[in-house]
């Protein structure tokens, strides 16, 4: 969606730079707050719109508010809906991040049929139908700054999980949930905790055996694009991990770009073992 202040339309559009539709305002106040511990964006804004006609239509369910959001550093670009005249929304770990432009608007839900606005230019004398879809109000483009939050670990993102369903010696992976799920059975979850808890030969281990292809089977789902995936919240860290590791996750080489995600954690293997040989 490209949005500019010279842009014409075919029917009155509320605007501070605008002359469709006079003696009425439409300002909004975008504030936004990070999480740090769960490194999640909250947008919240605050609407002044004195336009009757259009506020009835919001109230009506036939027009809504929110804004056009822009994020060049993470890809997102997004029509979200907001409350009127506040609202707020929570942005996935990592969604948002460096420059971020929003775009207050108001724009039609449903047909609006004969909307004349009061106010509205000599030029909009007759009534008009509005399709679905259409902006009815536009407010200056705001820019936020998101600093970028410490990238949880890459192990943060996954949870392992006991499944009576999984057979011995084999684990499956379960990546519709906000955090990806490594199903196995008991025993081998049992094993998998102690590694984990253990010294730093058994946490090697653990990466090696398990985590190595888990983050290639991930690569693989993800190289047709991540889409499906967006509304996960394991996806924006895993991606952001991705981006500082120079991983093209578009044409993913998965065994060697599995190792750099997990830095490279054959080596540090094979450190443990000289160092148990030097002894």
């Known amino acids: 969606m490209k949005i500019k202040e010279s842009t014409s339309y075919p029917h ?3 605007a501070p ?3 469709d539709i006079g003696n009425a305002n439409f300002d909004t106040k975008i504030f936004f707050q990070l999480n740090e511990a769960e490194n999640q964006v909250t947008i919240r804004c605050d609407v002044t719109l004195d336009h009757p006609d259009i506020c009835s239509l919001i109230e009506a369910g036939s027009a809504t508010f929110g804004c056009f959001i822009k994020c060049q550093e993470t890809g997102v670009r997004r029509l979200q809906p907001l409350g009127f005249p506040s609202g707020s929304q929570q942005f996935a770990s990592g969604a948002l991040l460096g420059r971020v432009q929003l775009r207050p608007m108001v724009w039609s839900t449903k047909q609006i049929m004969n909307y004349a606005p009061v106010g ?14 259409q ?3 536009l407010d200056d483009e705001q820019v936020l ?3 970028r939050p410490p990238l ?3 192990e943060s993102i996954f949870e392992i999980q006991s499944s009576d369903q999984v057979p011995d010696g084999e684990f499956e992976l379960d990546t519709t949930n906000d955090r990806i799920t490594v199903l196995m059975p008991k025993t081998t979850y049992q094993l998998v905790q102690d590694l984990r808890g253990g010294d730093d030969g058994a946490r090697a281990v653990l990466m090696n055996a398990l985590y190595v292809p888990i983050i290639m ?3 693989d789902q993800l190289r047709d694009g991540d889409g499906q995936f967006e509304q996960y919240r394991w996806l924006h860290p895993f991606r952001a991990q991705c981006e500082l590791a120079s991983v093209d996750l578009s044409k993913p080489d998965l065994l060697n770009d ?8 054959f080596a540090s293997l094979s450190q443990l073992i000289e160092y148990g040989d030097e002894e």
């Open 258 to 265: 599995a190792q750099r995600l997990l830095q490279q954690p």
């Open 135 to 137: 902006i009815l109000a």
């Open 120 to 133: 509205a230019h000599a030029e909009f004398a007759s009534s008009m139908d509005i399709d679905i879809g």
């Open 145 to 147: 700054e998101v600093t």
């Open 12 to 14: 009155p559009v509320l």
């Open 217 to 219: 089977e991930v690569l």
């Open 17 to 19: 730079w605008s002359e």
């Open 152 to 154: 949880p670990p890459l």
